[in-house]
């Protein structure tokens, strides 16, 4: 695989963050899959140790479409495809599926990631729901956000969403709420931002957007 982590106004990166007790909001690394399809997996970020994850929630689309790509083949409704990371997936294929994970692993076994009831039908395939959260499943075996990253020392991988190759186009922004803690604690820490996955329009090709917006106007 190739790998890049994403910076600058071309790619996905970061949009926005609250920052909240050692919470220093999302970061997005892009990875070129050995199917040929792009890989982004959601970091939350912290700037100090001794954290523990307990969920993350109200996730909500503020422009585009996720456009997610499901490897598993499990079918609710309809609808082939789920969030919930490891199932049904051999490991060889898990780079291309979509899901999330409360314990920053692509797997069933181990610590495990529930969805909330905002999945409504397991889920929606493509696009997360609006409201939608997942947690950790197994709170008695503290998920310990572990040290790496570049954006403040400590991270824990959130989600990875996977599009079909040719989709690097298609740039959208997504909001998301988490709860974590300091170990040994009790009480739940919030922390809130926005990430992006897709190409971000450099400046220069947003003013010509918004040229051409205006030419066509005074053809009319």
């Known amino acids: 695989m190739k790998q890049t982590l994403l910076a600058g106004s071309m790619l996905a990166a970061i ?10 909001g999302y970061s997005v690394q ?27 929630f109200n996730f909500a689309t503020q422009s ?6 499901h490897q598993d083949m499990f079918t609710a409704d309809g609808e082939v495809g789920t969030w919930m990371a490891g ?30 009831p905002g999945f409504a039908n397991g889920g929606t395939v493509q696009n997360i729901n609006n ?3 997942w947690y950790d499943a197994s709170p008695g075996t503290p998920n310990a956000i572990m040290a790496g990253g570049t954006q403040g020392g400590y991270r824990m991988l959130l989600a990875q969403i996977v599009r079909n190759g040719g989709e690097e186009d298609l740039y959208a922004t997504f ?36 040229v051409a917006g205006l030419m066509g106007r005074r053809r009319r």
């Open 87 to 116: 199932t049904s997936v051999s490991v060889t294929d898990r780079p291309e599926d979509s899901w999330v994970t409360a314990s920053g692993l692509a797997s069933s076994s181990g610590w495990g990631t529930a969805l909330d």
């Open 175 to 210: 909001y998301l709420k988490l709860a974590y803690k300091l170990a040994g604690t009790t009480t739940a820490i919030f922390g809130e931002g926005t990430f992006t996955i897709g190409v971000v329009p450099a400046p220069g090709a947003l003013a010509l957007l918004g």
């Open 15 to 24: 949009v926005g963050s609250v920052a909240s007790a050692g919470f220093t």
């Open 64 to 69: 585009g479409s996720m456009n997610a790509r």
């Open 131 to 133: 409201g939608a959260g």
């Open 30 to 56: 892009r990875t070129v899959t050995a199917g040929g399809n792009i890989q982004y997996q959601v970091y939350a970020n912290w700037d100090q140790s001794s954290l523990v994850f307990l969920n993350a």
